[in-house]
């Protein structure tokens, strides 16, 4: 405590907030699991697992005529991708470390670090999941194409900034009614095995269920993704102005309320419940 401390320009500012985040993030990939190889295998087998349920699922039902015309498990696994990332994301960022953690104890941690952090290893597992999972598929059983690749990893950024923004939203509110926003983030995730719209197409919905649909910014995400991977689909019922726009508002939101929430939290307030 008693270095003398020197001051930065902006410029070393900058780069000692990214190592922070940088090192935060190792923290956070590594937290769940000691084995960093044994962490991503284990996010792999949710990812094959929840695959191989839904085309089971997709064959005994008789479901697989309203699907995209093409490669039937890509379809299956554009959904389950964008989906996982999402949720991971939302997950990720409500249980990162509050302003009242033990972490914060620390001078050069805050909140802001923790939230970065936390959103970004969730981006490392999801993406590096994703693409061995699809790289497995494509070499050991069918080969693959995406009819628009660059499109499609877009999509698949955007489920995850989505995701972030609505953890954020989540966390702001988590000091003042823990036991609320749990069962609310958890409601939330359930609620998106169907909502999300991986299981079936948005031009394939009645006008009257779309209303049901429209309001999730992961189901506009899964439907343009599907517009980008596949040539035989062209999405119309679906945009990504919304999410976009939806996430942006959200993160500004979750900002303002965690900046408040950050100058009045106290230890306490656990100990009270």
């Not at 295998?41 to 093409?70: D, S």
């Not at 490392?124 to 070499?139: E, K, N, R």
């Not at 009645?206 to 649909?213: R, V």
């Amino acid at each position: 405590m008693f270095d003398k401390q020197t001051p930065r320009t902006p410029y070393g500012s900058a780069l000692a907030m990214v190592e922070l985040i940088y090192h935060a993030t190792v923290r956070e990939v590594r937290k769940a699991h000691g084995n960093a190889v044994w962490g991503l295998v284990m996010n792999m087998l949710q990812t094959v697992i929840l695959v191989g349920i839904f085309y089971f699922m997709f064959t005994i039902l008789g479901l697989k005529k309203n699907a995209v015309r093409g490669d039937f498990v890509l379809y299956i696994m554009s959904g389950i991708f964008m989906f996982m990332t999402h949720i991971k994301a939302m997950g990720s960022v409500v249980g990162s470390e509050g302003p009242a953690s033990a972490m914060m104890k620390h001078a050069p941690m805050n909140t802001l670090v923790a939230i970065c952090s936390a959103a970004l290893a969730s981006l490392y597992t999801q993406l590096l999941s994703a693409s061995m999972v699809l790289f497995i598929y494509h070499v050991a059983i069918n080969p693959i194409e995406f009819y628009d690749p660059t499109g499609t990893v877009a999509m698949f950024l955007l489920a995850w900034f989505s995701g972030v923004s609505v953890g954020m939203l989540f966390l702001s509110a988590k000091p003042w009614a823990p036991d609320a926003v749990s069962i609310i983030s958890s409601i939330y995730s359930r609620a998106n095995m169907i909502a999300s719209g991986k299981m079936f197409l948005a031009n394939s919905l009645p006008a009257y269920m779309l209303p049901f649909f429209d309001w999730n910014p992961l189901f506009h995400t899964i439907d343009q993704a599907r517009g980008f991977a596949f040539i035989n689909y062209n999405p119309h019922y679906s945009s990504i102005t919304y999410p976009v726009l939806l996430s942006i508002t959200l993160i500004m939101l979750g900002l303002l309320g965690e900046f408040f929430t950050r100058k009045r939290v106290s230890m306490s307030w656990n100990a009270k419940r």
